[in-house]
T-cell receptor, first 113, second 118 residues
Framework: GESVGLHLPTLSVQEGDNSIINCAYS??????FIWYKQESGKGPQFIIDIRSNMDKRQGQRVTVLLNKTVKHLSLQIAATQPGDSAVYFC????????????FGQGTILTVHP | NAGVMQNPRHLVRRRGQEARLRCSPM?????VYWYRQLPEEGLKFMVYLQKENIIDESGMPKERFSAEFPKEGPSILRIQQVVRGDSAAYFC????????????????FGPGTRLTVL
């Protein structure tokens, strides 16, 4: 079935490094993508989103890249901080499933001081 | 402005009992979504509701699970005759507009209810 998945389940970086988290999706009808951050014991927190008519979007210290040709999404975090340690999920919606978010498996990001 | 509220935060039930999970959306939000998260997995969509209407329940198990969002009061996710496989974190999210008229609507998530079935 349609799914959204991540290549790497864990990522460890040093404080100050840049982090890149990847996501693959298979639903060609997907037209809206979101990255969420989930800290232990909490609900997902919106980080950044991107529509399918864009290939790049920047926020504060974060950048999302979308490659529709290969159905790939990435989240780049600049100057990673210990407070960035969390699980990161990509999610998508679109086609006939507006309102229904399909989440990927998640990547655990650990930032070492 | 308070965020999405869920209660209880932790719920323990024995097999065969009923679990009732409550979700109060953000002020001004009339669209509610329920998701389930198993340990070390992503969230899985269950149901999307507007006030007094179920819009999409394609992710809801056909038996034992039901959801409602009455005109007054919180949204309720009800699980009858719980089994150990129901143990999970259940998250509610809300959005301010109709998802079908605006696909690009951020969903704000609550802190979740962690259900443990003994």
């Amino acid at each position: 079935g349609e799914s959204v998945g991540l290549h790497l389940p864990t990522l460890s970086v040093q404080e100050g490094d840049n982090s890149i988290i990847n996501c693959a999706y298979s639903n060609s009808a997907s037209d809206y993508f979101i990255w969420y951050k989930q800290e232990s014991g909490k609900g997902p927190q919106f980080i950044i989103d991107i529509r399918s008519n864009m290939d790049k979007r920047q926020g504060q210290r974060v950048t999302v890249l979308l490659n529709k040709t290969v159905k790939h999404l990435s989240l780049q975090i600049a100057a990673t901080q210990p407070g960035d340690s969390a699980v990161y999920f990509c999610a998508e919606t679109g086609g006939t499933s507006y309102g229904k978010l399909t989440f990927g498996q998640g990547t655990i990001l650990t930032v070492h001081p | 402005n308070a965020g999405v509220m869920q209660n209880p935060r932790h719920l323990v039930r024995r097999r065969g009992q009923e679990a009732r999970l409550r979700c109060s959306p953000m002020k001004g939000h009339s669209h509610v979504y329920w998701y389930r998260q198993l340990p070390e997995e992503g969230l899985k969509f269950m149901v999307y509701l507007q006030k007094e209407n179920i819009i999409d329940e394609s992710g809801m198990p056909k038996e034992r699970f039901s959801a409602e969002f009455p005109k007054e009061g919180p949204s309720i996710l009800r699980i009858q005759q719980v089994v150990r496989g129901d143990s999970a974190a259940y998250f509610c999210a809300s959005s301010p507009q109709a998802a079908r008229t605006s696909a690009y609507n951020e969903q704000f998530f609550g802190p979740g209810t962690r259900l443990t079935v003994l």
